[in-house]
């Protein structure tokens, strides 16, 4: 309750790099600099320190256990260096993509279709000159589709949808 640690396990021991004894009844604070309980119950992504000084990203969950009148809260620390590191090289790689996309003036989009749900490129909505506020949709390409293409479209899409397979097919586009 008043956020000293009173237990940590060997995985959390190894994690932080802090022998058992020098965590015990030690504040929070020192593994999680800022730390305020109230502000984090649930689940958080906070700044974790490491014995050496090294902070590094974690996420929290924390817990609550009453026994009598005492409150004690529990942590599962897990360290998410390699999924930043991962978000951090897809965002690189997205923003690669929309500036070659917008230099090639050519879009892109993704189709679920389980769900139905497109997914556009904000070069695909230049193309298809639709808002990119507008909820892509099938119907939208269908509007700008040439009619002599449609009904080979719609087959694609049909055979698409049963087998679960990559599309690559052209079709022109009135504007």
């Avoid at 008043?2 to 593994?31: H, S």
């Avoid at 924390?62 to 360290?79: L, S």
Wanted: hydrophobic share 40%; aromatic share 8%; proline share 5%.
């Amino acid at each position: 309750e008043d956020t000293r640690i009173v237990f940590a396990n060997p995985a959390a021991i190894a994690a932080l790099g802090w022998p058992t004894p020098e965590l015990m009844g030690q504040p929070l604070t020192k593994l999680i600099p800022g730390f305020r309980l109230a502000e984090h119950l649930g689940r958080a992504e906070l700044t974790g320190r490491r014995k050496d000084g090294t902070e590094f990203p974690l996420e929290v969950s924390f817990g609550e256990v009453t026994t009598g009148e005492r409150r004690t809260f529990t942590g599962f620390i897990r360290d998410i260096t390699v999924r930043k590191q991962a978000e951090d090289a897809l965002r690189k790689s997205e923003s690669y993509l929309a500036a070659a996309q917008k230099l090639s003036r050519t879009g892109s989009f993704g189709w679920n279709t389980s769900t139905g749900e497109l997914f556009w490129t904000q070069e695909m909505c230049r193309v298809f000159e639709v808002d990119p506020a507008i909820k892509p949709s099938l119907d939208i390409v269908f509007e700008r589709m040439h009619p002599d293409d449609r009904a080979m479209v719609r087959d694609i899409l049909d055979r698409a949808r049963q087998s679960g397979a990559d599309l690559d097919f052209e079709h022109r586009v009135l504007m």
